[in-house]
């Protein structure tokens, strides 16, 4: 996948915010975390009002972990290993786009 193809969470805000309060996912939602580990690639879905799939890549860009139809209002969701990069997507769009654990989601680290 190229960076157009995400709407980046790449600042403190953005990352908090993720995917709450929305409706749906028009774009894959991509969050640059400050460091590669598996604290700071935890994640949630209070608020978030449908389900979908995490992804976790570490600093190549290649998937480590993947969660698939996370549902609303889950609790400390956390990859195997530590992540660099978290992407979300639509509900069974991992599994539409043929990504597996070992992929190479991303061609380049972007930050």
Do not use: C, Q, W
Not at 56 to 77: Q, W
Not at 81 to 101: D, N, Q, S
């Amino acid at each position: 996948m190229t960076l157009k193809e995400f709407e980046l969470a790449d600042t403190m805000l953005k990352r908090i915010r993720g995917l709450m309060f929305r409706r749906s996912i028009k774009k894959p939602l991509l969050f640059i975390m400050p460091t590669e580990s598996r604290e700071f690639s935890t994640i949630h879905s209070f608020f978030v009002f449908f389900p979908f799939d995490a992804i976790f890549l570490d600093s190549k860009g290649v998937v480590i972990d993947m969660k698939s139809g996370i549902k609303p209002f889950m609790l400390n969701i956390t990859p195997k290993k530590p992540a660099k990069y978290i992407v979300e997507m639509k509900a069974g769009e991992a599994k539409r786009r043929g990504i597996k654990i070992g992929s190479r989601l991303l061609k380049n680290a972007y930050i």
